[in-house]
């Protein structure tokens, strides 16, 4: 089951959009709000779908400004009436980008993309796995990837490299498909191109973290709260008063 939820000002996109997902197999509708500002406080306070319907054009907070303050393993679909948002709106982590009127066949066929991608992830965010398979880009060959083995992965347009001990395997992904793939628990999307091991990390400094003495990785902006989530669980801080 995915869940989801809806932010758009306008509220018969909103209910052409709840309609449409309580007609949709495998969606559940947390819930939807017609304030951005709204919106974004629950997201904060807990509320955590695993997919946004999110208009862009609204008061307040816009949809790339809105965006920009999610967690980056949340999906989006943007719900718009201007086409011209399109090839800005891919520069975020979108899904997918719909163009109002949103006709039922336009709005299942994005959510199926979607689906592909998010329902696989409680199977292999399954902490019993210890691996995964992937194609080199050869035909009828697969290699085994042990999660232990994996320094770091990074993106190049349609294919990732994934950086391992004693070498690196190049297949043809994209970032958000592996990174739907991996133990959350473990790996970190720390900026647009590169996914980490966290138990590889020897320092973080400013906007670069160091994974070994030749070896350091920028750290995005858009990436620093949920990666410092982590690290402050591990850290250890004196309690003492001055």
Do not use: W
């Amino acid at each position: 089951m995915i869940t989801c939820i809806v932010i758009d000002d306008e509220a018969y996109s909103i209910d052409i959009v709840t309609t449409y997902i309580n007609k949709t197999d495998n969606l559940k509708l947390l819930s939807s709000y017609t304030n951005s500002v709204t919106a974004i406080r629950a997201i904060e306070a807990g509320l955590k779908p695993a997919l946004i319907f999110l208009d862009i054009d609204m008061p307040d907070l816009s949809g790339f400004e809105l965006a920009a303050l999610l967690p980056p393993d949340i999906a989006i679909i943007y719900i718009t009436a201007f086409g011209n948002y399109a090839l800005q709106s891919f520069e975020t982590n979108v899904y997918d980008f719909l163009l109002k009127p949103i006709s039922f066949a336009k709005f299942l066929k994005s959510v199926n993309k979607v689906k592909a991608i998010l329902e696989p992830r409680a199977e292999h965010n399954d902490p019993e796995a210890e691996y995964f398979f992937i194609n080199p880009g050869v035909k009828g060959k697969v290699i085994k990837i042990d999660y232990k083995n994996i320094i770091y992965i990074q993106g190049l347009k349609n294919y990732i490299i994934i950086y391992l001990f004693g070498g690196k395997c190049v297949t043809y992904l994209m970032m958000k498909e592996i990174e739907q793939t991996l133990p959350k628990h473990t790996f970190i999307r720390i900026h647009k191109s590169y996914i980490v091991n966290v138990n590889m990390i020897q320092a973080i400094e400013g906007n670069t973290i160091t994974l070994s003495e030749h070896l350091n990785l920028p750290l995005g902006g858009s990436y620093k709260d949920s990666l410092m989530k982590i690290i402050n669980k591990k850290a250890v801080i004196s309690r003492r008063k001055d």
